[in-house]
């Protein structure tokens, strides 16, 4: 991996807001061609957005790894994949060859989906070894594992956590984006107070404003999943350190410390 590559990708606690300036903004960002109607144009359009912009990673489709690892060869923009997608229920062993090919066709990082449904019936221990198998089999690649937060209370949420951390895994990642909501910055700030500061947390799902970016890192996130790359650069070239001091406000009011989570 690129030297620039792994400066980018390395911190794994939350930002310091007051310091945010472009580049720290748009280098959190995950850009999101994980749609299933995209297109060929549409993954190499997507490829050189992400580059225009130096986000983190470009997160595709499998199929998509081994056109976006050379699109993106000569960038400081990591090619990263998703595996067990969308719904983790795949056998073991076949979500860790997933991976294994992904890292060997030249990903950075991989989103892996744990078993949602094995997990909300109560089996940790199988969600929690295939998630070590897995991770063991493809390191020191990071793993960020995706527990689908809008299927679980938030007792669920905190034991899902507790799993991904004992399997290893670099980051904690709210969604997939096919779930029926997305991030919460509640929800957001409790995975962070679970993992602290030396894991990730991954926000993905409705992340679509310059504002929603703002306040699901404010809430504890060091990496977003987003689509809407562009916008929420545009955005911040208009109004960024306005939006940073709302973002900041919000985070420490007293509704923000409420809510479900």
């Not at 472009?22 to 995209?38: A, C, N, Q, Y």
């Not at 793993?143 to 991904?164: D, F, M, N, S, W």
């Amino acid at each position: 991996m690129k030297q620039a590559t792994k400066v980018r990708l390395a911190n794994r606690g939350p930002l310091d807001l007051t310091t945010l300036d472009e580049k720290t903004l748009m280098g959190v960002i995950d850009h999101s061609l994980l749609r299933p109607d995209l297109t060929r144009a549409d993954v190499e359009a997507g490829c050189d957005l992400a580059m225009e912009y130096e986000t983190a990673t470009v997160c595709c489709r499998p199929a998509d790894l081994v056109f976006v690892v050379n699109r993106l060869r000569k960038s400081a923009v990591g090619p990263t994949t998703v595996i067990g997608f969308p719904h983790g229920g795949n056998v073991s062993a076949i979500k860790e060859r997933e991976a294994i090919l992904a890292v060997d066709q030249g990903a950075v990082e991989l989103d892996v989906v744990m078993n949602i449904g094995a997990f909300r019936s109560g089996d940790l221990g199988y969600v929690r070894d295939e998630l070590a198998g897995l991770i063991y089999a493809v390191s020191p690649t990071p793993v960020k594992v995706i527990l689908e937060t809008a299927y679980l209370t938030p007792e669920q949420v905190e034991a899902g956590c507790r799993v991904a951390m004992e399997a290893r895994a670099a980051f904690v990642k709210n969604g997939t984006g096919f779930s029926p909501r997305g991030a919460e910055p509640a929800e957001i700030a409790l995975m962070r107070r679970v993992v602290g500061d030396n894991m990730g947390v991954k926000a993905a799902h409705g992340v679509r404003t310059l504002d929603a970016l703002l306040a699901v890192l404010a809430a504890g996130a060091c990496r977003c999943g987003a689509t809407a790359t562009a916008s929420i650069a545009a955005e911040w070239r208009t109004r960024g350190p306005e939006a940073v001091q709302a973002a900041l406000a919000g985070a420490t009011s007293p509704a923000a410390e409420g809510g479900s989570y």
